[in-house]
């Protein structure tokens, strides 16, 4: 294929994908219809005679009308993309002087509010960019932080996105297992699609600002203040000045992209003053005066080659989804989990189907959904789960509403490997210099069954293995003999026992009881009282602890404690606590100015508890003070400056530490 047939080939796909995105059922993750416009670029700029007309990269969005077609007062733009530094800096050279605010680019609609007079009139969709689909009702039904009347004279016209909420997105999932909505930005999508607000009234949605135009004009000239006097909820806006602190907060958008309440893509850059804005003009489809820059995706699309059932710790059997290697969330995905039999029939997937796979920070890749379920050949099969164990050969039983497979034979070789693996997991007892690889082979050789069985270890056995020499054999006895130190909080976690997560371990700790032996000893009663931890778990903790009563003596017995750690307790304060009532922030690096050394900020902040601090995660007015370490971006402290926290350095809080005898 030439260059012009490559050209015509992509302008075509890109307008047939479009299509299918803008009706509400795209084909590809946007990663990879991204990945289709940059080639496409790139081939335009390097023969730019081949230049396709129309130009699908100048058009915006697709005439989609569902409701009402409605004309923008001025066009609903897109925005110029970036993924460098260069181009941050290259912006800001194009606008000396001028204050940016740099927010999050929020995933989902965007949306034009008009007012007349304070009084909302319309709602209407971007479409393509020249037209618009009035969606008033149904954004007057189902979208917060739309205010239904507003103290501004004339015309005012707010743009910003509509998005539906994670925790809407999860809440409405759990409620509805039979039909999901595959991600948050569809189901914003498709709730603006619905004929009757009625029907989709539990896909609420939530509106964050991010334009605003008057006329006359008469608010403030600064952006962020202009909405928020308004009395609409704005995207998160930081004021930069230049390049450096914008790519700070570019990056501090990206480390907290999972922990925020809505999907972002990237960054937005942006003049901050509205007539700056505007005087910076257009290009042929997008404002001179703001600048996307993207991040990584978090979903891609890819083929599902095959499903495979693993057998976990507990007997659970899950399905385990094999594919098409694709990079997403920064890493090469090769497998991601299906959940359940009954995820699999909601969903509709099958295998050699294309599917949409997300990876979003820590958590496991998952199989979202199917996209494209119409280009099926047929040659796809069904996903029969199994009816026996895929390790042990016994029969499976169902459990739960989801219908979930077990395998309850305790016997188990894949179970026995996986709660060995987990117990030496760093949650647990850390028995770091040991293996997945090598914890199944020992158990194969029959030397690890059951946890305690690692105490049982000698050099000298485990120099008779192949490919085990002096160093690696010392190196496994000695993180074998620390994991001793395990305690109650982490034994517990280790011992997996079903429904009781990390945090109920964290909460007995905390809630007084000295050892595993004497969480058994308190019986259901005794455990329910104890906040937060219900009957469900109660039972199955003291179900199991009993089970596993002989294990716990053998662990007793090797030498390994079970009782309750310091670091697990609620921190003592000590006398004179030179930090009560002070909630504190800590950043940067900090070192112990005894030794030199580098100390972690956990173990810092831990011991600013014990002086009566409380540790916040991010500066806010309700900060009393910002402490600083080496290394602290300016982002951080002109933050503390401007919301008048006090900006102490480590130096000063150590000396109060030291002074109270807490370090
Ligand atoms: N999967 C597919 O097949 C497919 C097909 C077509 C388009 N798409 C996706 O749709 C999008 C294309 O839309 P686009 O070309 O307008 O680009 P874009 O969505 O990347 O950028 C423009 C949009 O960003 C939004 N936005 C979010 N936060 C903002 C903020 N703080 N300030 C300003 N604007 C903000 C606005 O709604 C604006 O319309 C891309 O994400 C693309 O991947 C996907
Ligand atoms: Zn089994």
């Known amino acids: 294929m030439n260059v012009e047939e490559r050209i015509q080939e992509l302008a075509g796909r890109i307008v047939e994908l479009r299509d299918a995105y803008y009706q509400g059922s795209p084909v590809v993750a946007d990663a990879d219809y991204d990945a289709i416009e940059d080639e496409l670029r790139s081939l335009i700029a390097a023969n730019p005679e081949l230049t396709p007309e129309p130009n699908p990269l100048d058009q915006v969005g697709a005439p989609t009308v569902l409701h009402a077609p409605i004309r923008h007062s001025r066009p609903m733009l897109s925005l110029e993309k970036s993924t460098k530094p260069e181009q941050v800096e290259a912006f800001f050279s194009r606008f000396p002087g001028q204050p940016v605010v740099v927010m999050p680019k ?41 205010p239904h009347q507003i103290d501004a004279p004339g015309r005012v016209e707010v743009r910003g996105e509509a998005v539906m909420l994670r925790s809407t997105f999860v809440a409405y999932n759990a409620a509805h297992p039979d039909k999901p909505l595959i991600n948050p930005r569809n189901a914003a999508a498709g709730t603006l699609r619905a004929k009757d607000p009625a029907t989709v009234s539990e896909r609420r949605l939530q509106f964050l600002a991010f334009d605003l135009q008057t006329d006359p004009d008469s608010t403030e000239a600064d952006l962020e203040r202009g909405l928020k006097t308004l009395g609409f909820t704005a995207a998160d ?45 257009t290009r042929s489809n997008s404002p001179r005066g703001a600048l996307a820059f ?43 989990t299906l959940a359940n039999q ?40 069904d996903i029969v789960p199994p009816t026996h164990c895929p390790s042990c050969e016994e029969p499976l039983t169902e459990q739960g509403n989801s219908r979930e497979l077990f395998c309850t034979y305790t016997g188990c070789p894949a179970q026995t490997v996986r709660r060995l693996i987990h117990w030496a997991s760093r949650a647990a007892a850390d028995i770091d210099a040991i293996g997945g690889v090598w914890i199944e082979r020992l158990a194969e050789s029959g030397d690890l069954e059951n946890p305690s069985d690692f105490y049982s270890l000698t050099k000298e056995r485990l120099l008779e293995f192949d490919r085990v020499g002096e160093v690696s054999a010392t190196r496994m006895i000695d993180s074998i003999e620390t994991s001793k130190q395990v305690g109650l909080r982490r ?37 329910v009282a104890v906040d937060d931890i219900g009957a469900k778990v109660a039972s199955s903790l003291i ?30 304060v000590a006398a004179g606590a030179p930090l009560a009532g002070k909630t504190v922030v800590v950043t940067g690096s900090i070192s112990d100015p005894r030794t030199g050394e580098k100390v972690g900020r956990p173990a810092f902040q ?58």
């Open 237 to 281: 806006m930081k004021h930069c000045s230049d390049a450096a602190s914008a790519q700070e907060v570019i990056t501090g958008i990206e480390q907290q992209r999972n922990e925020l309440d809505y999907d972002l893509d990237g960054a937005v850059l942006r003049l901050a003053d509205r007539d700056a804005y505007a005087a910076a003009g």
């Open 294 to 336: 993207k991040f990584a995706a978090e979903e891609k699309t890819t083929i599902l080659l095959e499903v495979r059932w693993d057998v976990g710790k507990t007997g659970k059997i899950a399905p385990v989804a094999w594919l098409e290697p694709v990079f997403v969330g920064g890493t090469t995905v090769t497998r991601a």
């Open 106 to 146: 929020l995933d989902g609609l965007s949306l034009a509010l008009v007012y007349e007079d304070g009084r909302f009139a319309r709602a209407i969709t971007r479409g393509d960019g020249t037209t618009g689909d009035d969606v008033t009702p149904l954004v007057r039904a189902l979208t917060d932080g739309v």
């Open 491 to 527: 034994a517990l976690i280790g011992l997996a026992i079903p429904m009781a997560s990390e945090g109920t371990a964290a909460r007995l700790c905390r809630a007084g009881f000295p050892s595993l032996e004497a969480v058994m000893e308190a019986g259901e009663e005794g455990l």
């Open 606 to 663: 831990r011991l600013c508890e014990r002086a009566g601090a409380t540790i916040a995660s991010s500066v806010s007015a309700s900060t009393d003070y910002l402490i600083t370490g080496a290394d602290v971006g300016a982002a951080k402290i002109t933050k503390a400056e401007k919301l008048e926290v006090e900006v102490v350095d480590q130096s000063e809080i150590w000396k109060q530490l030291l002074d109270a005898g807490v370090a």
């Open 342 to 381: 009954e995820v699999i029939k909601a969903r509709g997937i099958k295998i050699g189907d294309t599917v949409l796979v997300r990876r979003a920070g820590d958590v496991i890749p998952f199989v979202a959904g199917v996209l494209d379920a119409s280009r099926r050949t047929g040659a796809e099969q």
């Open 543 to 572: 179900e199991h602890l009993n089970r596993l009563q002989p294990e716990l003596d053998r662990l007793r017995a090797a030498g390994v404690s079970l009782d309750v750690r310091d670091e697990d307790l609620p921190p003592v």
